[in-house]
């Protein structure tokens, strides 16, 4: 559909036209700085920041219904800039000329209905959005759209120029980035640090492929992350983790969509995340609740922060009921199926603790939650999902673990519906679900299989068989209708079907 097509009140503002003025904002100081250099912590006294658009009371002029017909019109237009995450190109990043937009194909995720049988043994009406079905097949890419093409903006305006981008990583932030950085050769390049044997060969291959220096470094991921940090603050390069508030957001763009695809109704409504570095839970919260200030949504949806027993610095805070007797301590994580999310002192920590109040008092009541899942339940609500039909990782499991412990303890209502995350594809996890078929999970794990989601493969080389065909080597015509009939047979036997007459 061509503009011209398109309602006359609205023609003016598809093509995106707002000025931000974005500024990075110090969440301690309140120290306010300029987005011309890349910053990640306050020049002054160190703590994160966040980017504000000094110009965001302007998205206002517009009422909220004007918006939803700007989105969904805008959702027909074919410029790439616009497809992904920058359709909401006014929230996330309104100083990025859109010629200057990295589109990989990231963002617009689908948000797929579990079937009668999960939603049942959930006790909850559910759906997946399954954010591994990005690019780099994670959520990652949302941020990575978003700070890459911050810097890439940077470089064509000659501010900044061969700029070597860095990240910590459990694995998929590693991916997104080294996906990203190397559609932007030869200005950027990207190096990464993983804690060496702690993500998924799959993950490892995903840099590796992209032709990152890939690093493995030995401890755990908050060890890399120390190790980032200091190569941003002594030498020439960019920081991508989502410390980097250009990555929070990209992400925010979760929000958005969820926001968009249930018609921007959000009363009744759970949005169910898991917790590691904490990004991705901050963007959630920043982007209803900029939303909500727009009038886009009137009403906040209840927000579930998921972490596994083995990681969860988050749950553990949130455990002391008064806010002023909690204190934040990391923790010392121990090995976690949700292996992304083995993360103990989260970077973002200060974040969510300055915008769970923040959205706690907007709604005007508690809206956000924690909860905290074992191990076991993270494996059995993965296989029982993709069972029936879903493509979710471990990460997805551990949400949906977290919704089942929400709606047991009474924080979800049985009418609500939630939105579960999937935080990336189930492949890359596949080596737990192997682990788990084999019964081969080391202790500390402290997984057992469930016998009825076990699944393994039968080869079928029935014992009277005296040829079968190998690859190169095929078989002459009789001794094949011979091994074809056999096998058959033992198929049909094992399946018990029966012979049609
Ligand atoms: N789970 C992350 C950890 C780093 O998180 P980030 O959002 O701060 O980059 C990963 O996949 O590496």
Known sequence: MKIQDFPDEIKNY?????????????LKCSGEYSIENLLYTCPDCGQVLLIYD???????????????????????????????????????????????????????????EANKIMQEKAGIRFFFKNDGQNPSASFKDRGMASALSYINFLVKSSKISDVLAVCASTGDTSAAAALYASYLKPHIKSAVLLPHKK????????????????????????????VVENLAENYNVALLN??????????????????????YNMSDKVVVVPIGNAGNIT???????????????DTLPTIIGVQSEHANPVYKYYLEPDPEK????????????????????????PRVIMLVNHYNQTAGKQKVFFMEVSEQDIMDWELA????????????????????????????????????????????????????????????????????????????????????????????????????QKVSEDIARKLNLKALK
């Open 14 to 26: 598809l093509i995106p036209e707002h000025k931000g003025k974005l500024i990075y904002r110090c």
């Open 326 to 349: 909690r204190k934040f301590i990391p923790v010392t994580v121990r090995p976690s199926v949700a292996q992304a999310a083995m993360i103990g002192n989260p970077v973002s920590m």
């Open 54 to 112: 000094e110009n965001f009371d302007l998205l206002k002029d517009i009422d909220g219904k004007t918006w939803h017909k700007i989105f969904d019109y805008r959702k027909m237009l074919k410029i790439p800039a616009l497809k992904g995450i920058y359709l909401f190109h006014e929230f996330i990043g309104p100083v990025i000329p859109l010629d200057d937009i990295v589109y990989l194909g990231e963002g617009h995720t689908p948000v797929v």
């Open 385 to 484: 999902a993709n069972h029936n039909g879903h493509i979710a990782c471990t990460h997805g499991g551990e949400s949906l673990a977290g919704l089942v412990a929400a709606r047991k303890m009474g924080i979800v209502q049985e009418n609500e519906t939630a939105i579960v995350d999937s935080t990336a594809h189930a492949l890359k996890f596949a080596g737990f679900q192997e682990m788990y078929f084999e019964n081969s999970f080391p202790r500390e794990f402290g997984i057992s299989p469930d016998p009825g989601l076990i699944n393994k493969p039968v080869l079928m080389r029935p014992a009277d068989l005296k040829k079968v065909p190998a690859p190169g080597k095929p078989l002459e015509d009789s001794d094949f209708q011979i091994f074809i």
């Open 199 to 226: 993500v998924t060969p799959q993950q490892l291959s995903q840099p590796l492929g992209s032709g990152a220096s890939v690093f493995e470094i030995p401890g755990v991921f908050d060890d890399c992350m120390k």
């Open 283 to 297: 963007a959630v919260m920043n982007g209803f609740i900029k939303f909500y200030n727009t009038g886009i949504i």
């Open 242 to 263: 989502s410390k980097n508030a250009w990555r929070i957001l990209g992400q925010e763009s979760y929000s958005y969509e969820i926001a968009q695809e249930f018609e």
